[in-house]
């Protein structure tokens, strides 16, 4: 997994050989800068900076997912564990970042949800309170019903006929 750890100030103190598979960045090109201001994407510096500046109040983050760019200015999707980085004595030096790169995962989400969406059969799904949480246009076509006039009511209760609910 790639590992990354920053200071308090947010500069790279640490970087590992998969950090650099994944980002292009070799640990000397790391070392002594900002992660956030230098390699994060502009519309997510703020998020960033919130997730690593709770790390190092001693709130740890799992799972929070971001772009970062690479070396060659590629944009890679980071799903990232921050966790504080303590001394001996237990103050907070840092924070230690374990990430994972879920690039293909969120363009194979995209490119399923897509055919989905575009179908030629009505496609919908509901959770396990019947509630709608997937309509395809095919579904709004035969149905009069757009997405936005299902998502999140209950399938049986609101758009089934009294007659057919008890099936």
Known sequence: APIFGIDTLGFVNVWNQKAKDFTGFTREDMMGKHLVETFVTREFKDSVSNVLQNALDGVEMANFQFPMLTKNNTRIEILLNATSRRDDTGKIIGVIGIGQDITSRIAQEREYQNLIHTANAP???????GVVNVWNQTASTITKYGTEDVMGHR?????????????
């Open 155 to 167: 399938l049986v209760d609101e758009f089934i006929t009294p007659e057919y609910q008890a099936s």
């Open 123 to 129: 496609i919908f799904g509901i959770d396990l309170h």
